[in-house]
T-cell receptor
Framework: AQTVTQSQPEMSVQEAETVTLSCTYDTSESDYYLFWYKQPPSRQMILVIRQEAYKQQNATENRFSVNFQKAAKSFSLKISDSQLGDAAMYFCAYRSADGSGGSNYKLTFGKGTLLTVNP | NAGVTQTPKFQVLKTGQSMTLQCAQDMNHEYMSWYRQDPGMGLRLIHYSVGAGITDQGEVPNGYNVSRSTTEDFPLRLLSAAPSQTSVYFC????????????FGNGTRLTVT
């Protein structure tokens, strides 16, 4: 079974600075998808960024980018020019691309990293 | 565009009571699912459905029932609530195509006393 590990329960960053959140995963599969979700105090789950494992290029979305290291099974999230609105719990998640046995129907989440942004 | 709508937002139950958490989506998504979120545990899959009339168990299905009579609706039933079911519940949906991300509802905070 796949597992997702976020080793930093809490992180803090100064406004306007850059922070990197770590995520590692364990899988024997070669094709899969990785996601970062943000959960602010409102409890809403918001997709931040996604990466297809077959793509070598790292995904970017405005101030958010990932460092995807497939061999190391690492998928870190970098937030540049941090803003107060970035304060939230961040979850890393994995989904198989293998359609057999229904394994691609489950999103496996890490336990989350709570990000605080200091003014 | 409403997206994924969950009701209620909050609920308090006594042990042994039953209730249904409602979930509806207006995006014509084939796949729908229920997750529970507990402190320090991340989100865990309870049940999912890949289309009307088709449901299957996830990681933590015990104590919960689901049905999918229409594409839009995917209710979650607690037949006899237990304190261990105190949690925040999320309904989520997506298109069946591979790289489609999950769209989440706003969650239901359930307390069982």
């Amino acid at each position: 079974a796949q597992t997702v590990t976020q080793s930093q329960p809490e992180m803090s960053v100064q406004e306007a600075e850059t922070v990197t959140l770590s995520c590692t995963y364990d899988t024997s599969e070669s094709d899969y998808y990785l996601f970062w979700y943000k959960q602010p105090p409102s409890r809403q789950m918001i997709l931040v960024i996604r990466q297809e494992a077959y793509k070598q290029q790292n995904a970017t979305e405005n101030r958010f980018s990932v460092n995807f290291q497939k061999a190391a099974k690492s998928f870190s999230l970098k937030i540049s020019d941090s803003q107060l609105g970035d304060a939230a719990m961040y979850f890393c998640a994995y989904r198989s691309a293998d359609g057999s046995g229904g394994s691609n129907y489950k999103l496996t989440f890490g336990k989350g990293t709570l990000l605080t942004v200091n003014p | 565009n409403a997206g994924v709508t969950q009701t209620p937002k909050f609920q308090v139950l006594k042990t042994g009571q039953s209730m249904t958490l409602q979930c509806a989506q207006d995006m014509n998504h084939e796949y729908m699912s229920w997750y529970r979120q507990d402190p320090g545990m991340g989100l865990r899959l309870i049940h999912y459905s890949v289309g009307a009339g088709i449901t299957d168990q996830g990681e933590v299905p015990n104590g919960y029932n689901v049905s999918r009579s229409t594409t839009e609706d995917f209710p979650l039933r607690l037949l006899s609530a237990a304190p261990s079911q105190t949690s925040v519940y999320f309904c989520a949906s997506r298109r069946q195509r591979d790289n489609s991300p999950l769209h989440f509802g706003n969650g239901t905070r359930l307390t069982v006393t």
